[in-house]
């Protein structure tokens, strides 16, 4: 099993491009997350699916938007990227349990915006 | 907001010593859990404690939770130069019923051979 894969791992943008983080998970876990992290921080969620067909803000939803695609998949999209969008992007996904709700993560897409 | 808050912020010690990370939170929990990341990389679950726990081990990590003081923390023990990384606690809120995590800004270990 590949477990979180992320797709591209690494992108640079310029002021005002668009574009498409895309996220998949192989273990049949019902809720994705995206968190993004800034260095020297912790990880802040952008937003999260709890099931297949729903989506929620999280923390710092400002200029980006998701979708998800099917119960596997999870992108997050940045519209008109702007240079406080340069970050660390992490994927997650876990099994929505009761309170088992132990997240596994991707490896990550480290975005720089110009 | 941050819920969790780790302390200390950085921690340098020689391989075979204890190394202990505090985190301290802000609401009532469901759980909390630890997550490692070593540099460049996602973060890896070491261990989750659930609120009525008070101590769970894993191989060589001992956490504790207080709930009454709103803290927890992790001890590693016998630490390794392969224990260097970034140290996570993240709590689920216990309003919150989508059990998803915050987390707090981190500790980074720093274990000399």
């Known amino acids: 099993n590949a477990g979180v894969t992320q797709t591209p791992k690494f992108q640079v943008l310029k002021t005002g491009q668009s574009m498409t983080l895309q996220c998949a998970q192989d273990m049949n876990h019902n809720s994705m997350y995206w968190y993004r992290q800034d260095p020297g921080m912790g990880l802040r969620l952008i937003y999260y699916?709890?099931?297949?067909?729903?989506?929620d803000k999280g923390e710092v939803p400002n200029g980006y938007n998701v979708s998800r695609l099917n119960k596997r998949e999870f992108s997050l999209r940045l519209e008109s990227a702007a240079p406080s969008q340069t970050s660390v992007y992490f994927c997650?996904?876990?099994?929505?349990?009761?309170?088992?709700?132990?997240?596994?993560f991707g490896p990550g897409t480290r975005l720089t915006v110009l | 907001s941050q819920q969790g808050e780790e302390d200390p912020q950085a921690l340098s010690i020689q391989e075979g010593e204890n190394a202990t990370m505090n985190c301290s939170y802000k609401t009532s929990i469901n759980n909390l859990q630890w997550y490692r990341q070593n540099s460049g990389r996602g973060l890896v679950h070491l261990i989750l404690i659930r609120s009525n726990e008070r101590e769970k081990h894993s191989g060589r990590l001992r956490v504790t939770l207080d709930t009454s003081k709103k803290s927890s923390s992790l001890l590693i023990t016998a630490s390794r130069a392969a224990d260097t990384a970034s140290y996570f606690c993240a709590t689920a809120p216990l309003m919150d019923s989508s059990y998803k995590l915050i987390f707090g800004s981190g500790t980074r270990l720093l274990v000399r051979p």
């Open positions: 997650a996904s876990s099994v929505w349990v009761g309170s088992n709700n132990e997240q596994f």
């Open positions: 699916s709890a099931s297949e067909g729903t989506t």
